[in-house]
């Protein structure tokens, strides 16, 4: 079904640039003769019309990104464009393919960095920040009413390598489920410290908040096969950084593997921070930043030109 969607996309995508070329737009023509070192001289504000390629309107990076936009004095008349991360990624690839300028909202562990030779920008004025972690969160007094799963989310924390398993995998076509419970088969002695000792359980109901980008999918996917194997019954529901936050704050869901912090989602994280239980990092290494096609010769967030 995405796959089908993917495709469909690529080819309107595909469709869009050829009646571009039919019309002779200058700008469609340029890609043909477009080398390294014509970039060096030439403009990237202007080749990319100022507009950095953003994704879902809701996600933490959108709101750093629109402030990385009023920090840099450079970055003055650029644009953040809303869509989806299935959409950034065909023009990503897009513009790869045919070796043009492109600014993107990047982030990982994602496989768009595996696919993709692309670098980030740097960023002295720190919007992105620093390598962060991803959290999990629980609700106010799920230690005390499910302290079976509350042990278990408390001890869970694995690495970047193991997240980008369960995220390949999926990426080459197995569901989120498969790649998650092969994972799990191959990786026991690591789920038995987070499970050993806990008592199992018969049948309780509890409820998974996360986010819809892969990383979380493949988290939850994997959080989920852990806790049925133990005796729970479990719901996980994809909503906006937002809702999770409001969720787990005010007890409609139990926990959250999803949080980027303390950057990405830091601003959701200091309205409910009273409200909620922070157990810490699930995974360290997470990145969040202006991401450009490594043939680009720009290295920084500064070098990007401001519209005249
Ligand atoms: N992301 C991936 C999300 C969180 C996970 C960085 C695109 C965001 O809220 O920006």
């Not at 996309?9 to 019309?23: E, I, N, T």
């Not at 996917?221 to 996980?236: C, N, P, S």
């Not at 529901?237 to 990405?264: C, N, R």
Request: aromatic fraction near 8%; glycine fraction near 10%; charged fraction near 30%.
């Amino acid at each position: 079904m995405l796959l089908k969607r993917k495709s469909l996309m690529v080819m309107l995508g595909l469709a869009f640039v050829a009646l571009l070329a039919a019309c002779g737009g200058g700008d469609a023509d340029e890609p043909a003769t477009g080398e390294a070192t014509d970039t060096e001289t030439s403009n990237v504000g202007e080749e990319v019309d100022y507009t950095i390629v953003g994704i879902e309107p809701g996600a933490g990076m959108m709101a750093l990104t629109e402030d990385t936009l009023e920090e840099y004095d450079n970055l003055e008349g650029w644009e953040l464009l809303e869509g989806s991360t299935a959409g950034m990624l065909v023009e990503l690839d897009g513009a790869i393919q045919n070796e043009e300028p492109i600014v993107v909202t990047g982030w990982g562990p994602h496989w768009m960095f595996v696919t993709h030779d692309l670098k980030y920008l740097e960023d002295p004025k720190g919007t992105f920040g620093e390598p962060e972690s991803i959290h999990t969160i629980t609700r106010e007094g799920l230690e005390e009413d499910m302290p079976e799963a509350y042990e278990i989310l408390d001890n869970f924390h694995w690495d970047l390598e193991d997240m980008e398993g369960v995220m390949h995998e999926a990426e080459e076509g197995s569901s989120f489920e498969e790649a998650a419970q092969n994972w799990i088969d191959d990786n026991r002695d690591k789920v038995d410290e987070w499970t050993d000792g806990v008592e199992k359980v018969d049948g309780e109901s509890i409820e998974l908040v996360t986010t819809q980008w892969d990383s979380e999918y493949a988290s939850s996917e994997m959080m989920r096969i852990v806790l049925e194997d133990h005796g729970f019954e479990v719901t996980v529901t994809p909503v906006d950084p937002a809702i999770v936050f409001q969720a787990v704050s005010s007890g409609e869901g139990d926990a959250s593997l999803a949080p980027w912090l303390p950057i990405t989602h830091g601003h959701f994280y200091e309205d409910y921070e009273e409200e909620i239980v922070d157990l810490g990092a699930n995974l360290d290494g997470a990145q969040v930043g202006l991401a450009v096609p490594s043939y680009m010769d720009i290295d920084s967030i500064e070098d990007l030109e401001p519209k005249e």
